[in-house]
């Protein structure tokens, strides 16, 4: 049962840390999910800082993985938990992606927006992040508080390591985004930043909207393995990205679930059967 005092935290903050969501079991079909995943990478698999020593490894929505994805979800405690988080009768798994940063040396996730790369609106949205390991505060995820409510910035290509705002659609629809490291080494409290160590079996759910980057690997906590599973509901629209990008794919609809995204206008809620409905 989600407590009202949490409930207002993610309104007002944009994300909230779920201690102990997930039972053993629960969990253990979450890393099943995780190691088919990167055992068969589908067409969206890709990394950040492809091609440099900090090269890790990314998979985003696996067409593959699917089938398997959405029948698992019947059994996992998401759809109660969006609905009760969001004050949402309806409930509907997106999709999963996957983050392996290993050996030490995976990079921080350059700060950003997954708005800047998937056409989506309205306060009805989630991201379950879940990590396998104990994460300590020092490697964690990072969110800039309340920023889901704020501007919608251009997002990062992640290829430039030295250019960690390197614009994805260029063009003057979308701020560039601001330099936040950059900001912090010089202010360290130039943006509130909310963080938390977690624990395997705990969910950090946030808003897709919110600016948030981090968690990198070092010697001293050298491997992370994460999944994340993305939920919309009632008040979920489609916002669409730029009509014009110099990123190959990702004008107006984004690069997932592009048929779909087409028959869709900007402001409608965002329906389409393709997704699986939760409650
Ligand atoms: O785990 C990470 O490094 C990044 C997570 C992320 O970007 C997300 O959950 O959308």
């Known amino acids: 049962m989600i407590q009202?005092?949490?409930r207002q935290r993610y309104r007002e903050d944009g994300a909230v840390l779920l201690r102990g969501a997930l039972n053993k079991e629960q969990l253990a079909r979450c890393r099943e999910a995780l190691d088919?995943?990167?055992?068969?990478?589908?067409?969206?698999?890709?990394?950040?800082?492809?091609?440099?020593?900090?090269q890790s490894f990314v998979d985003n929505s696996n067409p593959a993985a699917k089938p398997r994805l959405d029948a698992m979800m019947a059994d996992m405690p998401f759809g109660q938990l969006f609905a009760e988080l969001w004050g949402s009768k309806h409930?509907?798994?997106?999709?999963?992606?996957?983050?392996?940063?290993t050996g030490g040396i995976g990079p921080r996730t350059f700060w950003h927006q997954d708005t800047s790369y998937l056409p989506w609106g309205g306060s009805h949205w989630g991201n379950a992040w879940i990590s396998f390991e104990s994460v300590p505060k020092s490697n964690a995820l990072e969110i800039v508080r309340?920023?889901?409510?704020?501007?919608?910035?251009?997002?990062?290509?992640?290829?430039?390591?030295?250019?960690?705002?390197?614009?994805?659609?260029?063009?003057?629809?979308?701020?560039?985004?601001?330099?936040?490291?950059?900001?912090?080494?010089?202010?360290?409290g130039a943006w509130d930043v909310?963080?938390?160590?977690?624990?395997?079996?705990?969910?950090l759910v946030l808003h897709p909207n919110s600016l948030?980057?981090?968690?990198?690997?070092d010697t001293?906590?050298?491997?992370?393995?994460?999944?994340?599973?993305?939920f919309f509901g009632d008040d979920a629209t489609f916002h669409p990205l730029p009509a014009v990008s110099r990123a190959p794919g990702f004008a107006r609809n984004g690069m997932l679930f592009q048929k779909e995204m087409a028959r869709l206008e900007g402001g409608e809620p965002f329906r389409s059967p393709i997704f699986q409905q939760l409650r």
């Open 4 to 6: 009202e005092s949490l």
């Open 36 to 54: 088919w995943g990167a055992a068969n990478p589908g067409p969206n698999a890709s990394g950040m800082l492809v091609g440099t020593e900090h």
């Open 91 to 101: 409930v509907w798994y997106f999709a999963e992606e996957i983050f392996l940063k």
């Open 146 to 188: 309340g920023s889901h409510l704020g501007t919608r910035y251009d997002g990062p290509t992640f290829r430039d390591p030295n250019d960690p705002t390197d614009p994805l659609h260029g063009g003057d629809v979308l701020p560039r985004l601001p330099d936040i490291e950059a900001e912090r080494k010089a202010n360290p």
């Open 194 to 203: 909310l963080s938390w160590a977690t624990e395997p079996g705990d969910v």
């Open 212 to 217: 948030h980057g981090g968690a990198a690997v």
């Open 220 to 230: 001293a906590f050298p491997d992370r393995h994460t999944i994340v599973f993305r």
